[in-house]
């Protein structure tokens, strides 16, 4: 079956960094979307950051604003692998990272396919 795996999560201090895996199993995703959502108790599903197969065989990056120059995403084609590396961490970024694959955008629908998470605890 078609799933995607998350890793990389864990308790973190403040001013960490922490750099999150997902792999994409059963099917591939080299030419479609994937990208990294997180969510906390009580708050909508927010976007972080996706990747985007786009005419030329190159990938389109695009990072929520709030977090750039912080986070960055990245993929492995090979290995069918997207990653998301997260620097200088503070305690708003404390939550579950959900990874998504098979569509394009910065809204949870535009999605076929997700992880079950991977939990991301940052103290101060």
């Known amino acids: 079956q078609v799933k995607l795996v998350e890793s990389g999560g864990g308790l973190a201090q403040a001013g960490d960094s922490l750099k999150l895996s997902c792999d994409g199993i059963?099917?591939?995703?080299?030419?479609?979307?994937m990208a990294w959502f997180r969510q906390t108790p009580g708050k909508e599903r927010e976007f972080v950051a996706s990747s985007v197969w786009r005419i030329g065989q190159v990938y389109d990056v695009e990072i929520a604003k709030s977090l750039q120059g912080r986070f960055t995403i990245s993929r492995r084609k090979v290995t069918n692998t997207v990653y998301l590396q997260m620097d200088n961490l503070q305690h708003g970024d404390t939550g579950v990272y959900y990874c998504?694959?098979?569509?394009?955008?910065?809204?949870?629908?535009?999605?076929?396919?997700w992880g079950q998470g991977t939990q991301v605890t940052v103290s101060t």
């Open positions: 998504a694959a098979g569509g394009r955008g910065d809204t949870p629908s535009g999605y076929a396919y």
């Open positions: 059963g099917r591939s995703f080299t030419g479609d979307g």
